[in-house]
Every structure is written in structure tokens, then in C-alpha cells.
């Protein structure tokens, strides 16, 4: 698979972004959604790694990092 950038990707027409991170891996019973959501990045990483490969499988261009709520402050808070 060729990498391009994302200007050049932009320029050639639409770009499918996935979305439903947060739904899907709830649904996959990986966690239940709440005030600290990345916990699952950090309890199942082969989780959102299988998630991100069905995105793309299902024809997204582009996946993203499932870092919601997931910044130093909430980790400290959690004891992570």
C-alpha cells in the first residue's frame, strides 16, 4: 500500500475518515463508555489494533488515535 500526504490525498477528491471508535469497542464489550475512555488503549492496545484494521478493511482512508480524555491529568488521576 503507497503512502501519499494528505494535501495530495485532499486534492484527488473525498477522504474517508473513520468514526465510531468509541461505540464500536463498547459494542465489542471492551469497555463501557464513561468519564475515562481511553482505558481501553491501555487494558486491550489489541483491541483498537483490530478496530483500526476492520476501519480500513470497511474502506476508511484514514483512522484515528483513541486518546479521548486520555491526557496526562486524567492519567494521573486514574494512577496511570
Known amino acids: 500500500m503507497s503512502t501519499k500526504g494528505l494535501i ?4 484527488k477528491g473525498p477522504v474517508i ?6 461505540f464500536e469497542i463498547e459494542r465489542r464489550g471492551y469497555m463501557s463508555s464513561g468519564q475515562f475512555v481511553p482505558m481501553v488503549s491501555l487494558e486491550h492496545p489489541e483491541a483498537l ?3 483500526h484494521r476492520d476501519f480500513q ?3 476508511s482512508d484514514i483512522v484515528q488515535a483513541f486518546t479521548y480524555n486520555g491526557h496526562r491529568e ?7
Open 8 to 11: 495530495e490525498r485532499l486534492n
Open 17 to 22: 475518515c473513520a468514526e465510531g471508535f468509541l
Open 49 to 51: 489494533e483490530n478496530l
Open 57 to 59: 478493511h470497511a474502506g
Open 74 to 80: 486524567k492519567m494521573r488521576v486514574i494512577g496511570k
